[in-house]
């Protein structure tokens, strides 16, 4: 991959896990935080992985341990989208495939910087 391409894919990583980070604070403040709480964990923690990703795409630091991260909370993503695929509205699925996608992507990236 060249250089062109990867700042473009990484940048757009960073504005894009920036960008549904604050939807996802946007959302539950517009729900009144209103969660389970497996939820309330669910989401605390992935707006950390989120937000470790964008800066770690930037960074050195603790790439692998977020890699894995990342792949953790896709599997996890992943598996709640299917086991509650006929509960989700047309936003909670959308939300649940970006999110996938952009830890893939961030995965991805932050995996192919140390090559």
């Known amino acids: 991959m060249n250089k062109e391409t990867y700042a473009v894919l990484k940048y757009g990583a960073i504005a894009g896990l920036i960008i549904f980070l604050l939807w996802i604070i946007y959302n539950g403040i517009d729900e009144g935080f209103k969660a389970t709480p497996r939820e309330m964990l669910g989401y605390i923690l992935v707006l950390m992985l989120l937000a470790l990703n964008a800066a770690l795409l930037s960074s050195e630091f603790a790439r692998y341990f977020t890699t894995a991260g990342n792949v953790l909370f896709s599997l996890w993503f992943a598996y709640d ?28 990236l932050l995996i192919r910087s140390r090559a």
């Open 81 to 108: 989208g299917i086991t509650r695929a006929s509960q989700l509205t047309g936003p909670g699925a959308t939300s649940h495939v970006v999110l996938i996608l952009l830890l893939g992507l961030s995965s991805f």
